[in-house]
């Protein structure tokens, strides 16, 4: 029997590594006999289908190139109901089977097939919940006035000006010129930033002081 063995984290950091899950399935498939035929591995959300890896692993079971599909939990192949569902009934077609380790399922047999449903749509219930609270969150401090999203980044004027006088004068120069000194910003910080600069100029508050003394001499 050959087995690809397929592993996802959400993000690279040191809490995911996908060598934790990676380990537990060749311990398991050295430990039926099975033979591995490849190790697929997705940095990915499990919401998405469109996952390099997981593309791949599903391509080699429809060329029949493993015989089966193992992981260390279902939510680690997909979060979607309908996702893995779609996988199921392409593995069937192919004769491959798909084996949880940690949750007892094996597809090649009518139990481990009902207990893969019933999982998938658990998983699914889990995720949508997880979204909901997250929304209600998000609502309930936009009532209590709070602010949502990253807060705004503050560039120190002096280094603005040292990376616009060491740079072209775009706002691609003044960024990368930025970016030297160890400061990332955005497009729009950048164009915040050089407003910012002008209105306090004293060109600027002097022509501001001129046209404020001639329009209170309009009125008198």
């Not at 949508?128 to 209590?144: P, T």
């Not at 022509?207 to 001639?214: F, G, H, L, M, R």
């Amino acid at each position: 029997m050959k087995v690809g063995l397929y592993a996802r984290v959400s993000t690279v950091d040191k809490n995911q590594d996908p060598e934790l899950q990676l380990s537990k399935l060749r311990e398991y498939a050295k430990g039926h006999g099975w033979e591995i035929a490849d190790e697929y591995v997705d940095f990915a959300s499990g919401a998405k289908w469109d996952r390099p890896q997981l593309q791949r692993i599903m391509e080699d079971a429809r060329k029949r190139k493993i015989d089966v599909i193992l992981v260390t939990r279902i939510d680690r192949f997909s979060r979607s109901v309908i996702n893995l569902e779609k996988s199921l009934e392409i593995l069937n077609q192919h004769k491959v089977a798909f084996v949880c380790t940690e949750q007892q399922i094996d597809t090649s047999s009518p139990g481990g097939n009902l207990l893969f449903h019933i999982l998938a749509a658990i998983a699914e219930f889990e995720r949508d919940l997880i979204r909901e609270r997250v929304k209600e969150g998000m609502e309930k401090a936009r009532r209590e006035g709070k602010k949502i999203g990253r807060p705004k980044i503050e560039t120190p004027s002096e280094v603005f000006l040292k990376a616009r006088q060491e740079s072209d004068g775009t706002i691609r120069g003044i960024r990368d010129s930025l970016e030297k000194q160890g400061v990332r910003v955005s497009v729009g910080t950048i164009h915040r930033m050089i407003k910012e600069i002008k209105q306090n100029s004293p060109i600027h508050n002097t022509a501001n002081a001129i046209q404020d003394t001639n329009g209170s001499k309009l009125n008198q």
